[in-house]
């Protein structure tokens, strides 16, 4: 069953959530959504490098939150609420120097006033790179 508001989401309509934002400058490209899921993935490049030639623990964590916020944006409402971010954590247990790294999101808890998002970053081999926890509040617009 899937968790998103829109039942028919495609990849195609999660291009539309991050042109002209920090996402869009380091290259974050959406490449798969599923029923309790989404997935992006982004160059380990000139952008994202820190001085070593290492994937740099904030691109992992930009990757992480944008993967996690946008998730949480396509499981409720807009008409009647918005989400933000309140607590990202991040474990870095591999290093990345070259190619791509993908960041999929699940979630661990969706509630009415906050949700907790599970999201890990691999390599192109598969092997785990980092570990991140983002919590979002889901916070009532007012008409």
């Not at 490449?31 to 993935?41: M, Q």
């Not at 290492?54 to 409402?77: I, M």
């Not at 807009?78 to 790294?101: M, P, Q, T």
């Not at 009415?112 to 889901?138: F, G, M, N, P, Q």
């Amino acid at each position: 069953m899937s968790i998103w508001f829109n039942k028919e989401l495609s990849v195609d309509q999660l291009k539309g959530f991050t042109p002209d934002t920090m996402a869009h400058y380091l290259g974050l490209e959406w490449v798969d959504v599923g029923p309790d899921f989404l997935k992006a993935k982004m160059p380990v490049d000139h952008r994202t490098k820190q001085p070593y030639g290492l994937l740099h623990g904030g691109a992992s964590c930009v990757l992480a939150e944008t993967v996690g916020s946008v998730a949480s944006a396509l499981v409720v409402d807009h008409s009647k609420f918005y989400c933000v971010g309140l607590e990202i954590n991040a474990n870095h247990v591999r290093s990345a120097r070259e190619g791509y790294v993908t960041g999929v999101t699940r979630p661990l808890h969706l509630g009415s006033s906050t949700h907790v998002w599970d999201i890990r970053i691999y390599d192109e081999k598969e092997k785990l790179v980092c570990v991140s926890r983002l919590t979002v509040a889901i916070l009532p617009r007012k008409n």
